[in-house]
C-alpha cells in the first residue's frame, strides 16, 4: 500500500541542520495495523507527517498504491491524520467536523448525511451529533477525531500518539475499539507511540525507530523474542546484557562462552554472525535460579537484592563475572521466601532463551 | 498554617499605605468631570456651572442643528470608510505577519506597521498637512479623499492588533487539519481561518471605527474647508459661545464610543 523509499529528511541548512530521518525504508502492506514505535524526538511525527504531505522528503520517494505521490500536496493524498491535539474546529458542530472532508470532496448532500450518521454510529456518538466540540470530553473528542479521519474513506489513516492524552481506563478502551475500527473498515493503519506495551498489543507490525533510523521491523512476536540489536532489545521490555565469545558456528547452532562461565550450545536465528566478542539478550522471565551444584559450566551469582510485585519477585543478582543480572520468577506459595540476599545461587535456562545481538 | 504564611508573604499592593487614596484620587479625576459633563448636558438653562432643573433641550437644540448634522454624518461616514479599508487592510497585514515561516525583517515590518502608535500624533499631523498641501496645489482637489486616507492609516495599527493576537491565539494544527481532510487553501482560509479570526477582525473594526471617529489633531490639520466632523466642529464651538449643547454631543459622541469599545472588550475576551 505504501512504499518508502530511501527517504532522508534534513530540516534547516548549514549549521543549524538537523537531520529528522535517515535512509527510511517501509513498505506497509494493505489493510495492516503498522506501528512506528520509538523514544521522543526519534523522528515519528516526521515521518507520518511526510506520508501525509505535509513536509516533503529531502531525497527518495513514496508511492501510495503504486503512485508516486512524493510531490503531491496533502489535500491531494487519500490519506486523513488524526492529529495528537485532535485539532476539531472549534467553531463547527461533531457533524459538521466529520462531514468536512466529505464536503471538500464535493459528495452530494444526501451521501454527506448518510456518511455521517453512518460513522457516528461507528463511533459510537450519536446522541452527541448536534453538540459543539468544546462540550464533550476528552474520550468523546478522540472519538470525533477518528470519525472525522475515516469518513472520506482513505487509503490510509495515519494516528499520532492518538491515546497519549487520555487516562489509563480510556487508553486500554481506545485500545481495543482503534483495534475494532481497523479491522471494521479495512483501513491501513499507521499509528505511532512510544508506549512498547501499546505497539506490542496493537500492531501487526512494529517498526523500531531511534535517532531518525529504522532499527528493526517486524511483528510484536518477532521484535521482543529476536531483537535485532541492543538497542531494540532495551526499548521492548526488561534485559539482561552479557557478554560472551562465539565459535564453532556450524548451520544454524554455535557455541558460546559466556564472561561469567558456562559454555552453552545455542541456535542461531541469523546468518551475518561470526566468531568473536557478542553481546546475548537473556529475558528476565525466560530464567530461573536454583542452588548451585558446583559444576564449573554452571552461571552462578549472589543475590544482592529482592523486590516483591506480588503476582511475581525480582532477583538482582551480580554474576561471577561481575555483570548485573535480573531473574523475574512467578511466585507462587510454595516457594514463599526460600531465598534471601547474599545466597549463592545458579541461573537456569533454556538455550533457546539466549539472543545473541548484532551489536 | 505553614500554607496561609507562604501566600501572605507575596507582595500585595492593596496594602501599601496610602494605596486606596490614590485610587481613589486617580478615579475622581478621570471620571469626575466626565459625570459633571454628562450631567449638565440635561441642564434646564445656559450655564454650564449651575444647575437649574432637568431637561432635554439641549439635546433637541443639538438634533435640529444642521451644522451638527452635516459633522455627525461626515464623522460616522469617514469612520465607517477608513475603518473598513484599515481592517482590510490590517487583517492581510496579520495573516502576512503570522501565517508565513519567520523572515528576515519581520521585527522592522511589525515595527512599520505600528509605527502611528509611536509618532506623535501632532508630528503626523504636520506631516500629512505638508504633503497633501502639495498634493493639494498640483492636483486641485480637495475632496474628503484625503481625510479618508489619513484615518485610514492611523487605523490600521489599531485594527491591526487586535486581529494578530486573534491569530496568534489561533491552534495552526487547524489549518493542517482542514488541508488533510482535502479543502484547497482557499477553501482552508474560507472555511477555518476566516471564521475563526472573525471575532478578531470585528473588534479590530470597531477599535479602528472609534479612533477615527474620536480623532482631531490630525483632521483639523487634514481637512479642507467645509470638512469639518463632530470633533472639530466642538473644538470650533468651544472658541465662540459655550452652552451645554457642547456637554449634549459630547455625551452621545462618549455614549457610541462607550458601546463600541465594549462590544471590542465583549469579542476579544470571549474564547472561540
Ligand atoms: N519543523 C522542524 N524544524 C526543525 N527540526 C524539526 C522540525 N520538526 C521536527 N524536527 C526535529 O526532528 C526530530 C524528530 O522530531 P519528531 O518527528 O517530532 O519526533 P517524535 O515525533 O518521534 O517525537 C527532532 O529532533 C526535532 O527537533
Ligand atoms: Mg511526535
Redesign the interface.
Known amino acids: 500500500m505504501i512504499e518508502i523509499r530511501n527517504i532522508t529528511k534534513v530540516f534547516g541548512a548549514g549549521e543549524h541542520a538537523v537531520t529528522a530521518l535517515q535512509e527510511i525504508n517501509v513498505n506497509i502492506a494493505e489493510n495492516e495495523f503498522f506501528t512506528l514505535l520509538g523514544p521522543s524526538g526519534c523522528g515519528k511525527t516526521t515521518l507520518l507527517r511526510l506520508i501525509?504531505?505535509?513536509e516533503h522528503p529531502s531525497t527518495g520517494s513514496m508511492l501510495l498504491a503504486g503512485e508516486d505521490i512524493s510531490l503531491l500536496?496533502?489535500?491531494?493524498r487519500p490519506?486523513?491524520?488524526v492529529?495528537q491535539?485532535y485539532?476539531l474546529?472549534?467553531?463547527m458542530t461533531v457533524a459538521g467536523n466529520i462531514a468536512?472532508?466529505l464536503e471538500?470532496?464535493g459528495r452530494p448532500k444526501a451521501e454527506v448525511a448518510e456518511t455521517v450518521d453512518r460513522m457516528l454510529r461507528l463511533v459510537r456518538m450519536e446522541e452527541l451529533k448536534n453538540r459543539q466540540t468544546?462540550e464533550i470530553s476528552g474520550g468523546q473528542q478522540q472519538r470525533v477525531a477518528l470519525a472525522?479521519?475515516l469518513a472520506?474513506q482513505p487509503k490510509v489513516l495515519l494516528l499520532d500518539e492518538p491515546l497519549s492524552a487520555l487516562d489509563l481506563k480510556l487508553r486500554k478502551e481506545m485500545q481495543i475499539e482503534l483495534k475494532r475500527l481497523q479491522s471494521e473498515t479495512g483501513i491501513t493503519f499507521v499509528f505511532v507511540t512510544h508506549d512498547q506495551e501499546e505497539a506490542l498489543t496493537m500492531s501487526d507490525r512494529i517498526a523500531v525507530m531511534n535517532a531518525g533510523r529504522i532499527h528493526q521491523i517486524g511483528s510484536p512476536r518477532q521484535i521482543y523474542d529476536h531483537p535485532e540489536n541492543r538497542f531494540v532489545a532495551n526499548f521492548i521490555g526488561d534485559s539482561n546484557f552479557l557478554n560472551a565469545k562465539l565459535g564453532n558456528i556450524k548451520d544454524d547452532q554455535a557455541e558460546l562462552e559466556f564472561a561469567a562461565g558456562r559454555k552453552v550450545t545455542v541456535p542461531l536465528h541469523r546468518a551475518d554472525l561470526s566468531d568473536g566478542e557478542v553481546s546475548v539478550l537473556i529475558r528476565p522471565e525466560h530464567v530461573s535460579i536454583a542452588e548451585p551444584t558446583g559444576n564449573s559450566h554452571e552461571l552462578t551469582g549472589v543475590i544482592e537484592n529482592i523486590v516483591y510485585f506480588g503476582t511475581d519477585t525480582h532477583y538482582h543478582l551480580k554474576l561471577a563475572s561481575g555483570e548485573a543480572f535480573m531473574a523475574r520468577l512467578q511466585n507462587n506459595p510454595s516457594e514463599a521466601e526460600k531465598r534471601a540476599a547474599g545466597d549463592k545461587v545458579a541461573v537456569l535456562m533454556d538455550a533457546k532463551a539466549i539472543q545473541i545481538l548484532r551489536d | 498554617m505553614a500554607d496561609f504564611s507562604l501566600f501572605s508573604r507575596r507582595f500585595d499592593v492593596k496594602r501599601v499605605p496610602g494605596f486606596a487614596s490614590v485610587a481613589l484620587g486617580v478615579f475622581v479625576m478621570l471620571y469626575m468631570p466626565v459625570i459633571l459633563l454628562v450631567v449638565y448636558s440635561f441642564n434646564k438653562g445656559t450655564n454650564l456651572a449651575f444647575w437649574e432643573g432637568f431637561s432635554l433641550r439641549w439635546y433637541v437644540q443639538a438634533y435640529h442643528n444642521e451644522a451638527v448634522q452635516e459633522a455627525a454624518f461626515r464623522s460616522l461616514y469617514l469612520a465607517l470608510i477608513a475603518a473598513t479599508l484599515a481592517t482590510t487592510a490590517a487583517t492581510m497585514a496579520a495573516l502576512a505577519t503570522t501565517r508565513t515561516k519567520k523572515f528576515r525583517g519581520q521585527m522592522l515590518i511589525y515595527t512599520l506597521i505600528n509605527q502611528p502608535l509611536m509618532v506623535p500624533e501632532i508630528v503626523t499631523a504636520v506631516a500629512l498637512l505638508i504633503f497633501f498641501a502639495m498634493i493639494k496645489v498640483a492636483t486641485g482637489h480637495t475632496g474628503m479623499i484625503y481625510l479618508i486616507v489619513a484615518h485610514t492609516a492611523f487605523c490600521i495599527p489599531f485594527a491591526y492588533l487586535p486581529i494578530r493576537a486573534r491569530l496568534e491565539s489561533m491552534?495552526l494544527?487547524?489549518e493542517?487539519?482542514?488541508?488533510?481532510?482535502?479543502?484547497?487553501p482557499w477553501?482552508t482560509f474560507r472555511?477555518?481561518t476566516l471564521?475563526?479570526m472573525w471575532p478578531g477582525i470585528v473588534a479590530g473594526l470597531m477599535l479602528a471605527f472609534v479612533v477615527s471617529l474620536d480623532d482631531v489633531v490630525i483632521t483639523e490639520f487634514v481637512k479642507s474647508a467645509g470638512q469639518e466632523t463632530l470633533p472639530t466642529f466642538m473644538l470650533g464651538q468651544l472658541r465662540r459661545v459655550v452652552t451645554p449643547e457642547v456637554n449634549a454631543i459630547s455625551t452621545v459622541l462618549m455614549a457610541v464610543s462607550v458601546i463600541f469599545v465594549a462590544m471590542f472588550f465583549v469579542l476579544t475576551g470571549r474564547k472561540?
Open positions: 501525509a504531505g505535509f500536496p496533502p489535500n491531494k490519506v486523513n491524520t492529529f491535539n485539532a474546529f472549534p467553531h468536512f472532508g471538500m470532496l468544546s472525522r479521519a472520506p | 491552534d494544527t487547524l493542517t487539519a482542514a488541508a488533510d481532510l482535502y479543502a484547497s477553501m472555511r477555518v471564521p475563526l472561540n
